[in-house]
């Protein structure tokens, strides 16, 4: 049984044949290792971003390596940060959870 050697950012559904075999979905984070259901990643949160596989840092964010770039945005189950529009930017890391948070040039 691999659950007690499931990583964070991972889950290990009884006959997993790998510890990192299934990783969270993308948008989605894991704080807990021995985790056994998809059900336990939780959905990430806005300013912050999750590839598939996302490990958290504590009992309620994603790994802090996976901060909200400046000049992006990242809005509650963000896969990947999204760039400010032309003509808007943002200096902040982290905690710009929404498009209308680009402030204009």
């Known amino acids: 049984n691999l659950a ?3 990583p964070p950012g991972h889950y290990c559904p009884q ?3 790998s510890a990192q075999q299934y990783p969270c979905a993308a948008g989605t984070y894991n704080i807990r290792q021995g985790s056994v259901s998809q059900a336990q990643c939780l ?3 806005g300013g912050y971003y999750c590839p598939a596989g996302t ?3 504590n009992d309620t964010f994603p790994d802090s390596r996976f901060l909200c770039p400046a ?3 990242c809005i509650p189950g963000s896969p990947t940060p999204v760039d400010c529009p032309a003509g808007t930017y943002s200096h902040n890391v982290g905690g710009l959870d929404a498009l209308s948070k680009c402030q204009p040039c």
């Open 43 to 45: 959905p990430c949160i």
């Open 4 to 6: 007690h050697l499931c």
């Open 55 to 57: 490990p958290g840092q």
């Open 15 to 17: 006959g997993t044949a």
């Open 71 to 73: 000049g992006t945005y």
